[in-house]
């Protein structure tokens, strides 16, 4: 099936302005049928050796999403101590979750059994499954966007909270727990870029033809 150029330009376009939501989730239910497509489209991400490992966990419950906030603030006060000076006041103003806002929370997890001990393609490196389980988050993150879906992913937070709170067997890896709902703005810019804490990296200074060169 080929591609049109308006089709192409839409995904550049979806990819350009996807953002990491925190502040400005609505209360707005996400449509069911919505939700589902969100996830179909994270279902159909590529795994080594067509494992499909991941799974999802859909959070709606007020109840759970206390729990959670609450190991993300225990977290959180843990990362702001590595900080020091400026850097720590800096990151004490910065909103790093979204999870009570948000409609929708969706824990993306890796089951690493999945398709028994011996995997195509995971012979070599056997994280490729972890790695397979990001590609979902990826998908479900720019469908969402391309639904004008908001996603925040919530990684100050620690995984026996998760394994605790969602009931998740000791056996299966959380990947990300991620927050989902409509929201009154994208902005132009990721937040932490507008924050001044990073600025994008110059895509030039990253490439390398043929061989690793250190760059000036």
Same mark, same amino acid.
């Not at 997890?109 to 590609?135: A, E, F, I, K, Q």
């Not at 110059?202 to 690793?212: G, M, R, T």
């Given at each position: 099936?080929?591609?049109?150029?308006?089709?192409?330009?839409?995904?550049?376009?979806?990819?350009?302005?996807?953002?990491?939501?925190?502040?400005?989730?609505?209360?707005?239910?996400?449509?069911?049928? #919505?939700?589902?497509?969100? &996830?179909? *489209?994270?279902?159909?991400?590529?795994? @080594? $050796?067509?494992?499909?490992?991941?799974?999802?966990?859909?959070?709606?419950?007020?109840?759970?999403?206390?729990?959670?906030?609450?190991?993300?603030?225990?977290?959180?006060?843990?990362?702001?101590?590595?900080?020091?000076?400026?850097?720590?006041?800096?990151?004490?103003?910065?909103?790093?979750?979204?999870?009570?806002?948000?409609?929708?929370?969706?824990?993306?997890?890796?089951?690493?059994?999945?398709?028994?001990?011996?995997?195509?393609?995971?012979?070599?490196?056997?994280?490729?499954?972890?790695?397979?389980?990001?590609?979902? #988050?990826?998908?479900?993150? &720019?469908? *969402?966007?391309?639904?004008?879906?908001? @996603? $925040?992913?919530?990684?100050?937070?620690?995984?026996?909270?998760?394994?605790?709170?969602?009931?998740?067997?000791?056996?299966?890896?959380?990947?990300?727990?991620?927050?989902?709902?409509?929201?009154?703005?994208?902005?132009?810019?990721?937040?932490?870029?507008?924050?001044?804490?990073?600025?994008?990296?110059?895509?030039?200074?990253?490439?390398?033809?043929?061989?690793?060169?250190?760059?000036?």
């Amino acid at each position: 099936m080929k591609i049109t150029q308006a089709e192409r330009d839409a995904v550049y376009k979806t990819i350009f302005n996807r953002r990491d939501v925190r502040a400005e989730f609505k209360s707005d239910p996400i449509p069911d049928d #919505v939700l589902k497509r969100i &996830l179909t *489209a994270a279902h159909h991400a590529p795994s @080594v $050796g067509f494992m499909q490992p991941w799974d999802f966990v859909i959070v709606r419950s007020d109840q759970t999403k206390l729990k959670l906030k609450q190991g993300f603030t225990q977290a959180n006060a843990e990362a702001e101590a590595l900080f020091e000076g400026d850097r720590k006041e800096q990151y004490s103003t910065l909103k790093l979750e979204g999870i009570l806002e948000a409609p929708i929370g969706i824990c993306v997890t890796c089951d690493r059994t999945r398709s028994g001990p011996l995997v195509l393609g995971r012979t070599t490196n056997l994280d490729m499954d972890l790695y397979s389980s990001v590609c979902a #988050v990826q998908n479900l993150w &720019l469908a *969402a966007r391309a639904e004008n879906i908001g @996603v $925040g992913w919530v990684s100050i937070i620690h995984d026996d909270v998760l394994h605790q709170t969602l009931g998740i067997p000791k056996h299966i890896v959380p990947i990300a727990y991620l927050c989902l709902g409509y929201v009154s703005q994208f902005y132009d810019q990721p937040d932490l870029e507008k924050r001044d804490w990073l600025k994008r990296q110059n895509l030039d200074s990253l490439i390398h033809e043929e061989q690793w060169q250190a760059k000036l």
